[in-house]
């Protein structure tokens, strides 16, 4: 369990059972040996929606050390495998502006999570490349998430995903996070992920 004996505050429902609200100010760790899953993206692209399709029934919400950026952490379990989920805050690149990108830029390279869920705005796929190229370039571990993509199939737009996965290197998947359709799939490509890198393979 997430956060043991810190207090919390109920935020309503959510999946996966009931869901709280962490104190400020207050430490929390994660148990040792669980595997790291950051989710990044711009705003509005799904993340907090996906980030409760992952988790489960505690999740904490705390200011980033010295700043006033709040961060979510919660734990999920995907396939046996224990991970604790970050949803970090909306950037639009890895070479910060803003406060917010700061903390996702401080996340992703001293956290080092050991899986990276873009997610995009699949209709505005081309905007927001620049991104996923930014995180490919550092090294990280990067599955793509076109979400969204009733949207995009709905304006006549068409996606290769086996080509854009093969053009950039990494996994994409795609998703619609507000029903939870692509979830299942993203979280075997999730897991999949895990043991081909585990293992010093390369996708």
């Known amino acids: 369990m997430l956060c043991k004996g810190s207090r919390f505050r109920g935020l309503g429902g959510g999946h996966g059972g009931h869901r709280h609200r962490r104190r400020r100010g207050r430490s929390c760790t994660v148990d040792r040996g669980f595997k790291k899953l950051a989710l990044v993206g711009s705003p509005n692209t799904g993340k907090s929606v996906m980030f409760n399709n992952l988790t489960g029934s505690y999740v904490t919400v705390s200011n980033y050390p010295g700043t006033t950026v709040e961060v979510s952490r919660g734990k999920g379990r995907i396939g046996g ?3 604790e989920v970050v949803d ?5 690149s890895l070479f910060p502006i803003t406060e917010d990108e700061r903390v996702a830029q401080s996340i992703l390279l001293r956290e080092k999570p050991d899986v990276v869920i873009q997610l995009v705005d699949a209709k505005n796929l081309e905007r927001m490349l620049p991104l996923t190229l930014q995180l490919i370039e550092a090294g990280l571990p990067v599955i793509l998430d076109l979400n969204i993509i009733d949207e995009a199939e709905r304006i006549g737009m068409k996606i290769d995903i086996v080509q854009l996965k093969e053009e950039l290197g990494i996994p994409v998947v795609a998703t619609i996070a507000i029903s939870g359709q692509g979830v299942d799939t993203l979280k075997k490509r ?3 992920y895990v043991e081909e890198r585990g293992n010093g393979s390369q996708i």
């Open 81 to 83: 495998i224990d991970f």
């Open 88 to 92: 970090t805050p909306g950037m639009y």
């Open 190 to 192: 999730i897991l999949e």
